[in-house]
């Protein structure tokens, strides 16, 4: 670690230090009782310090956040005073033993998240994440969703109930579901996607598509998958590996108490865990032994036309504005 980073560090909790414990009168910092009902439970009270503050203040934060950037741009639109339409919480896994609502999102973790809660629930025997296959991580029977209860169970899950949504910048997110779903050659996991999208994709938008590309449906282009994907004049471009997160979690109608980012998700994931008091399984570390889709994004989007970027750009739009993300994150520079 640099001088400049132990600096950083050291400013960085001396801040928090102070906003936790007191101000400069000496006064304990009040606590709204929405971060009182997040950090704390019958049994079991948290401590502002120890290895996961950091952690636990962004937690907070990003509740914050979200909350302040959802009537900010939506105001009353979504307000939970609406009939409740159950088919809304159709991505929102209910772990009733630990009292937590999880949304998984597609190519945000929600593989590993899934392997952890089977562990964390008694449903896998062992505590290695790892050891789970991902097809039975992902089995229709391994979770109830929460859209299958009634609405009154519904209602008292998202009044009581800690909240969990893990998000991702979503150019990012997109990348890496063209990367994972139709990039790759002669890959199982991805012949799915490559015959029931790849082959519409290359017939929609190549000319001149040779007969072996019209059948394989494995050689799509970035741009061509742009195109599909931003694409609004079919239905039939929609799937929740690249919807955005506004549609699949509805964060602006369940109050998300836990607000995790892909960029400290190991950090984040420690902290919801201790919360949920697990103390059996640790969250997977990222691999090691791979390029991530953060150092590829240059690479990809630079293929794209200014007219694609802004159809991404207004498809996304919701996500990169609750979620505190910006295009020049990835592009270097803004939209005007």
């Not at 304990?28 to 009182?36: A, F, G, H, I, S």
């Not at 079991?44 to 959802?70: D, H, I, K, M």
Request: net charge negative; charged share 25%.
């Amino acid at each position: 670690m640099t001088e400049c980073q132990v600096w950083g560090t050291a400013v960085l909790l001396n801040i928090l230090s102070s906003m936790v414990f007191a101000n400069v009168a000496g006064d304990p910092v009040p606590l709204n009782d929405e971060r009182k009902r997040s950090f704390e439970t019958d049994d079991f009270v948290y401590s502002w310090t120890g290895p996961n503050a950091l952690a636990r203040s962004a937690l907070v934060e990003r509740q914050e956040r979200l909350q302040y950037n959802c009537e900010e741009i939506l105001g009353d639109k979504d307000s939970q005073s609406q009939d409740l339409n159950a088919e809304l919480f159709r991505n929102i896994l209910v772990d009733e033993q630990h009292e937590l609502l999880y949304c998984y999102v597609p190519k945000v973790a929600c593989t590993n998240w899934k392997r952890v809660l089977m562990i964390a629930t008694g449903k896998w025997p062992g505590n290695d994440p790892m050891e789970i296959p991902a097809d039975q991580a992902h089995s229709p029977g391994t979770f109830q969703r929460l859209s299958n209860y009634t609405q009154p169970e519904i209602e008292r899950m998202l009044a009581t109930y800690d909240k969990l949504i893990v998000v991702r910048h979503p150019l990012e997110r997109l990348l890496s579901a063209y990367r994972n779903k139709l990039e790759p050659k002669r890959e199982r996991s991805s012949r799915y996607f490559q015959t029931r999208f790849g082959r519409k994709i290359i017939r929609r938008y190549r000319r001149n598509a040779s007969e072996q590309s019209l059948k394989n449906g494995d050689d799509v282009t970035f741009r061509e998958f742009v195109e599909f994907v931003t694409d609004d004049s079919s239905n039939e471009t929609r799937n929740e590996h690249w919807n955005p997160i506004y549609e699949l979690c509805q964060p602006c109608l369940v109050n998300y108490n836990l607000v995790s980012k892909y960029e400290s998700l190991v950090e984040d994931a420690t902290e919801v865990l201790e919360r949920m008091g697990v103390e059996s399984v640790n969250f997977p570390a990222k691999p090691t032994n791979s390029e991530p889709t953060a150092k590829k994004l240059e690479k990809y989007y630079s293929t794209l036309t200014y007219r694609q970027l802004r159809n991404l750009a207004n498809l996304y739009k919701l996500d990169l504005r609750l979620f505190d993300y910006s295009l020049e994150d990835v592009l270097g520079f803004s939209l005007a």
